[in-house]
């Protein structure tokens, strides 16, 4: 961060970051003024914040016990091949939520994420589509998935 002798935050900084605080909600990978700024990034401690992309996703399971159980098992013991496919893509974090057999992710990721790359990358790993076929045999789509949709892409109507 740019310190004065002082110790306060540059004028100009603060400018910088209210721009990208006013340009957040646009996409920032196609903004020419935050590509031209993106090298100055690394200056600061609050950069992951700017560049983190959030994507939430909904997918149900079989509605039987024992299945939900032995799923939410595997997931307690996740491949490390899968692991390291999930950060290789650009995911900083990934969490999934459980209510009955309804499954909620969140997915955090960085500017070098998109959803095209990661299913290019997951098409083309065998472990991948080894779990991907494991994990269906206790997952179904949610209602209004397209034939062959997994997890759905859900649509943000809030924030705060």
Not at 62 to 75: F, R, S, T
Not at 144 to 153: D, E, H, R, S, T
Request: aromatic content about 16%; some cysteine; glycine content about 4%.
């Amino acid at each position: 961060m740019f310190l004065d002798g002082g110790g306060s935050v540059l004028a100009a900084e603060r400018w910088f970051y209210c721009i990208l605080f006013l340009l957040i909600e646009c996409d920032l990978n196609k903004c020419l003024f935050f590509l031209w700024c993106r090298s100055f990034l690394h200056l600061s401690p609050f950069t992951h914040l700017l560049l983190m992309q959030k994507y939430c996703f909904a997918l149900d399971l079989k509605d039987d016990p024992a299945l939900i159980a032995d799923y939410e098992k595997w997931h307690r013991q996740v491949w490390p091949e899968i692991i390291s496919s999930i950060r290789e893509a650009g995911i900083t974090n990934l969490e999934i939520y459980r209510f009955g057999n309804r499954l909620f992710m969140i997915l955090e990721a960085d500017d070098t994420f998109s959803l095209e790359r990661k299913a290019a990358m997951d098409a083309a790993n065998p472990k991948v589509q080894e779990w991907e076929t494991l994990m269906w045999k206790y997952q179904q789509a949610v209602p209004g998935a397209k034939p062959g949709q997994k997890w759905v892409l859900m649509e943000k109507i809030f924030q705060l």
